[in-house]
């Protein structure tokens, strides 16, 4: 069974978008291909934050990166460091402030833009820094890294969907298509990678409202999805996942012992 995990963030992609427009997503859910399930976000229901939870398991109010403003490195282990003490290669194709988390802050686009260290938690790093930057030249970032680097863990993290739901708010054509584009950009990738056997988590961060923003409650703005493929998956849909166990389930997916991260066992099969 593989060790290699693609873990993918679609920005501000609220669940209730998700379910009723990701039709290739939906139809691998069909064909038992994958499983889904929804989540609600931690809180504030904003980026920086919950970058922080889904890659370190720890709550804002937790971690102290409370809104988007707090520009420092992360004082948590994240999934990365956890990689990295395992002998394990990282690699991410993601906004700017991923690496200002995990790497090196501020950011320095001439620096980090191209992030290739072997001594950093993300060691192979392409980052982008306007959030209109498209997402179909994202996911081609994250197949070089791919397949140049071989990575145990990949992060993927695209922007459109969050971008046009500032720009045209939740209930808006705009939002939607941007979904449905984002759909069918992840079924240019899909196949392949579930043929070489990765297992693979799509989810997002937060969802959006109507005001064109996100940070509270709404169930538009707090519920997020989550697909898990894989054979390493129980699929069993009878569970309900937080948000801030992810973490934990990456290091479990690949095989990190006594990492101390919340998880949620159900999730897995009993024998990875």
């Known amino acids: 069974m593989s060790r290699s995990v693609i873990y993918i963030i679609l920005d501000g992609l609220s669940d209730l978008v998700a379910r009723q427009d990701m039709g290739y997503l939906l139809a691998l859910t069909e064909a038992n291909l994958a499983s889904y399930y929804t989540l609600e976000c931690e809180l504030p229901s904003i980026s920086r934050p919950l970058y922080e939870c889904l890659l370190t398991g720890a709550t804002p109010v937790e971690s102290g990166i409370v809104n988007n403003g707090v520009t420092r490195l992360s004082n948590q282990t994240s999934i990365f460091h956890l990689a990295r003490a395992n002998g394990l290669t990282t690699a991410a194709a993601a906004y700017h402030w991923v690496s200002e988390l995990y790497n090196r802050s501020p950011y320095d686009a001439s620096?980090?833009?191209?992030?290739?260290d072997e001594s950093l938690p993300i060691q192979n790093g392409i980052f982008y820094?306007?959030?209109?930057?498209?997402?179909?030249?994202?996911?081609?970032?994250?197949e070089y890294l791919r397949r140049r680097?071989?990575?145990?863990?990949?992060l993927i993290h695209p922007m459109n969907i969050d971008d046009a739901g500032h720009k045209y708010s939740f209930d808006s054509k705009e939002y939607r298509n941007q979904a449905r584009m984002s759909d069918r950009i992840l079924s240019d990738w899909l196949p392949a990678w579930i043929e070489e056997g990765y297992q693979i988590i799509v989810t997002a961060d937060h969802g959006m409202n109507d005001d064109f923003n996100h940070c509270g409650i709404r169930e538009e703005e707090r519920q997020v999805p989550l697909f898990v493929i894989g054979d390493a998956f129980s699929h069993n849909r009878n569970i309900?996942?937080?948000?801030?166990?992810?973490?934990?389930?990456?290091?479990?997916?690949?095989?990190?012992?006594?990492?101390?991260?919340?998880?949620?066992?159900?999730?897995?099969?009993?024998?990875r």
Do not use: M, W
């Not at 992810?246 to 897995?268: Q, T, Y």
């Open 129 to 142: 820094h306007q959030d209109h930057y498209p997402d179909d030249h994202l996911f081609l970032d994250a």
């Open 149 to 154: 680097f071989h990575p145990d863990l990949l």
């Open 240 to 271: 309900q996942p937080l948000q801030r166990q992810l973490c934990g389930v990456v290091a479990d997916l690949l095989n990190i012992e006594n990492h101390h991260k919340e998880h949620n066992p159900a999730l897995l099969k009993e024998s």
């Open 111 to 116: 620096r980090d833009r191209f992030t290739f």
